[in-house]
């Protein structure tokens, strides 16, 4: 009977201890259901996640996993949002550098008040996001020559697709006015700003002005406006290791170009002993040649220093006329949020 006893006691204790459990964990999992995370942007950029502790008319309360609480006043907030907790991920890492690579750009959409700047070893390349899918810029050379201006409209193709619909135009400015260039694109991207592959595609002109000679004419030297133009393609992308380092890709492909016609002239003349004077005598020469091929590809590695800026290294690749060469100087860049 004590036996029996022993055995129920023990059995309505084990029910009572697994209940308790049950409770525990469904109180465990009901409180962290109930803990939201959000994304707090500032004016200037800068992003934090984490769990809203308090808010009031003067500051917000973030307790953050990496940075702990932080007060951030309300007049420095943009816009807070809510973070599905499938979502965290692609937010954490998500820099506004990540709409470009080294030369080309991508489908992902620059947000509004995005604004930032490429500093480069030939100049500078100044971008702004007017709204979340329409960005604009300029870029151009320490000297100012040539001047490019750029504007891109992304469009959400939905699952991690996107689409960038762009045009680059630009001109020779005070030293070649005659210069012009112009480059719709359109670039098709899978992934997202940590991990991305980009497939891009235009048509690029160019405009200029050059002197030609023609010996039965009055004024032997004038000036033809000429125009040249080429489809251009490009594959690029982009591989987060972590959350500092980024493998980046980049690559610009011109492939033969249509054929050129062209006129000189050759003076087979001799000298006229009886007249003792020099007789012209100009053989037209017509020539057609082929644009020549061209490749560049940028493999390089982006360092995130903090939400403000980034560092970044390539290795730049030539393939011109069936021959490679490489380019003794690297790609070196920097990007700082305007």
């Known amino acids: 009977m004590k036996t029996f006893l022993f055995y129920c006691l023990l059995s309505i204790l084990s029910t009572m201890v697994l209940n308790l459990k049950a409770q525990d964990d469904i109180t465990s999992v009901m409180t962290k259901a109930e803990v939201k995370k959000y994304l707090i942007e500032k004016q200037n950029g800068a992003k934090f996640i984490g769990e809203i502790v308090s808010e009031d008319a003067r500051e917000i309360l973030i307790r953050t996993n990496d940075r702990g609480e932080i007060y951030i006043p309300q007049h420095e907030i943009r816009r807070v949002t809510e973070i599905l907790p499938d979502k965290e991920k692609e937010i954490i890492g998500e820099e506004i550098f990540a709409t470009r690579y080294f030369i080309t750009t991508n489908g992902l959409p620059i947000k509004k008040g995005e604004n930032y700047i490429q500093w480069n070893i030939y100049g500078p390349d100044f971008q702004f996001g007017l709204a979340d899918n329409l960005g604009v810029g300029i ?4 000297a100012a020559i040539p001047i490019i201006g750029n504007i891109k409209y992304s469009i959400d193709l939905g699952k991690n697709k996107s689409m960038a619909l762009g045009l680059l135009a630009g001109s020779g400015s005070w030293a070649l006015p005659e210069f012009g260039l112009l480059l719709p ?9 940590r991990n991305n592959l980009t497939f891009s595609t235009g048509y690029g002109q160019i405009f200029y002005q050059e002197e030609e000679f023609d010996p039965n004419l009055e ?10 133009g080429r489809y251009l393609l490009s594959i690029a992308g982009m591989a987060k290791i972590n959350d500092k380092f980024s493998i980046v890709f980049d690559s610009f492909v011109a492939p033969w170009g249509p054929y050129v016609d062209d006129v000189y002239w050759e003076d087979n003349g001799t000298w006229n002993e009886t007249t ?3 007789e012209s005598n100009w053989k037209k020469i017509e020539t057609r040649e082929r644009s020549p091929n061209l490749a560049i590809l940028i493999p390089g590695i982006r360092w995130q220093l903090d939400a403000d800026r980034a560092f970044q290294f390539g290795f730049t690749g030539f393939y011109f006329d069936n021959e490679f060469q490489q380019f003794a100087i690297p790609m ?7």
């Not at 870029?139 to 320490?142: G, H, Q, R, V």
């Open 276 to 278: 003792n004077e020099y």
């Open 185 to 193: 694109f359109v670039s098709f991207t899978l992934g997202d700003r």
């Open 332 to 338: 070196i860049q920097w990007y700082r949020r305007l």
């Open 219 to 228: 004024e032997r030297y004038y000036d033809v406006n000429k125009r040249e």
């Open 139 to 142: 870029m151009t050379s320490w």
